[in-house]
């Protein structure tokens, strides 16, 4: 299928999960069960684009020596900006898997649908047990620890999914298919 012949009626699926959930690993996996081409794109690339002047700072983007994530209204502004481009990627026929990290829970969920207002949106919560998240973030080594314990849960709070997967319990590829299956199913209540 070529890149510009698209089946899906959903435009974006957003991956919310705390560090080292699995989210980045299973984009990739959706990438080759899905039936379009899909973007994937992380806040981690967010981060990894920010200037050094706004990491480790208060304005910006903060991380601590426990795992815990700090943002300022620098980090905010640069957000919504990249979040618009993502909705405007979305609207000019990309689609987009999105590997997030809602740290504020619902207020970060309601941030986001305002900027994908009118789009189709398929929203995954994807889970695993704080115990091999942290697992995980050790073998990786790239992140500060603590942090993935620390997020587990709090990204979940008050967020409303579509479907959601546990890749702690659950491999990789059979998470992408469920996600697939309801891709292609094109069920979305919203």
Not at 16 to 43: H, M, T
Not at 84 to 110: E, H, K, N, P, Y
Not at 111 to 130: E, I, Y
């Amino acid at each position: 299928m070529r890149p510009t012949e698209q089946t899906s009626s959903y435009q974006v699926i957003v991956l919310n999960g705390g560090s080292s959930s699995g989210k980045s690993r299973l984009a990739r996996e959706l990438q080759k069960v899905l039936p379009d081409a899909w973007l994937s794109l992380s806040i981690d690339d967010l981060v990894d684009a920010m200037p050094p002047s706004l990491v480790d700072d208060g304005a910006g983007i903060s991380f601590g020596d426990q795992g815990e994530v700090s943002v300022g209204d620098g980090f905010g502004a640069l957000e919504k900006a990249w979040m618009a481009g993502i909705a405007a990627m979305a609207r000019a026929g990309a689609r987009i898997l999105l590997d997030d990290v809602f740290l504020g829970g619902a207020q970060s969920q309601a941030r986001m649908r305002a900027q994908l207002d009118g789009l189709r949106v398929l929203w995954v919560g994807v889970r695993c047990d704080p115990a091999i998240a942290a697992e995980r973030e050790l073998a990786r080594g790239d992140r500060a620890p603590g942090m993935a314990a620390r997020q587990a849960e709090v990204v979940h709070e008050g967020v409303g999914y579509d479907l959601e997967v546990d890749t702690g319990t659950t491999g990789t590829p059979e998470c992408a298919r469920a996600i697939a299956a309801r891709v292609a199913s094109g069920h979305n209540p919203a």
